[in-house]
C-alpha cells in the first residue's frame, strides 16, 4: 500500500495524536492479522547475531511502543525484530503535552515524552496477549523520581521481570529526557552500573537472553571509544548506537520551526553523529560485542551504511514515520544487495 496518502492524513493531526490513531489502527489489523496488508512483501535476509537467528537484520528502535500494544501489528509490517519499550518499575506519565515535534522539512522529530508508559509489569500482560513469534527485544529505564544513584535498582527489577520474556533486553542509560539519565555513562557511574547489572543478569541465566545497553551520540569520540571498552569488559552482549540527540547540527541558524524546542532530536539530522560514534564503537568490539546502528535511517541506503561500517543490526524509528514500511523492506534489499556485492 502507497503510504503517502497515510502520512498526509496523519501529519493533518498533532503529533503524539497522530501516534495514537496510527497505533490503535495498526492493532486492529494487526489483531486479525491484517496489518501484513499495508507492507510489501516480507524479505528474509537471515543472520545471526548474539546468538540469535534475526530473519533479517532491519529492527523497529525502541520508543515507537513502549507498552507493546501494538506488537502483532508492527509484527507484520517485515521488520527483522521489534522493541518494545523504554518500560520503568512504576507506571509514569512523562512530561507535559505538546511533548513531540515534527521538522517535516528534515525528516526529524523532536521529543521530549520522558518516558510515558504504563510500567513494566502492564507490558507482561500484554506480551501475554500477543501472538507474535518473532524476536523482541524489551528496553528497560528508570522511573523519573529515582535518584540516578539508585538507577541500579530499576533495572534490577525490570530485568528481573523481563528477562523470561524477551529475546534481548536493552538498558537505556542514554535518553535525554530523564535528568541524570546520562550521567550513568560516565566512566565510574557505568562500572558501577555494570557491574550490578552483569551480576543480576548472571543469576538470571546470563546471555541466553543477551544484555544491550544503548548509548547517546553525544560524546566525543574518545569517549565513544572508552565506553565500547567498559562494554566489552563487562562481557556485555551487544551495543545500541544510538539515541536522540540534543545538539541541533544540521537544523539551527535556520528558520525551522520548532527547532528550539528541548528534548532529543532524530531522524536525518542525527544520521551523521550517530554513523561516526557507530564507527568508533565498531571499531572497538570487532567481533566481542554486537553493534546494532540506529539513527537517521531514512532511505534504505543508510541502513546498507551503517551495516558497511560496522552495524551488526540497524534499527528505524523516525524514517518510518516519514517512509512507512516501504521504508522496511528498501532497507533489508539495500543491505542484503551490499552483503551481496
Ligand atoms: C518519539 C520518540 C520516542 C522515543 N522513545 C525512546 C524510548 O523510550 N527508549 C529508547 O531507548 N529510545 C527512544 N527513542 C529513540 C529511538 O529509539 C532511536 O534511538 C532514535 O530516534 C534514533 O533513530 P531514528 O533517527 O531512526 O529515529 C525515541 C525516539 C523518538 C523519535
Sequence with gaps: MNYDLTRKLLFQLPPELAHTVAMRTLNRLGRFGLSSLLAPEFIDDPVEVMGLRFPNPVGLAAGLDKDGICIDGLGGLGFGFLEVGTVTPRPQNGNPKPRLFRLTEHEALINRLGFNNAGVDVLLRRLEQTSFTGLLGINIGKNRDTPVNAALGDYRYCMERVYDHASYITVNISSPNTPGLRDLQHSDALNQLLDGLKGVHEQLGGSRVPLVVKIAP???????????RQLIDFEVDGVIVSNTTVSRDGVSGRRVQHVQEQGGLSGAPLRERALQVLRVVAAEAGERLAVIGTGGITRGQHAAEKVADGANLVQ?????????PDLIADSVR???DLNRG
Design 218 to 228: 553525544d560524546m566525543s569520540d574518545e569517549e565513544a571509544a572508552g565506553v565500547a
Design 316 to 324: 528505524i524509528y523516525t524514517g518510518f514515520i516519514y517512509h512507512g
Design 334 to 336: 539495500a543491505i542484503k
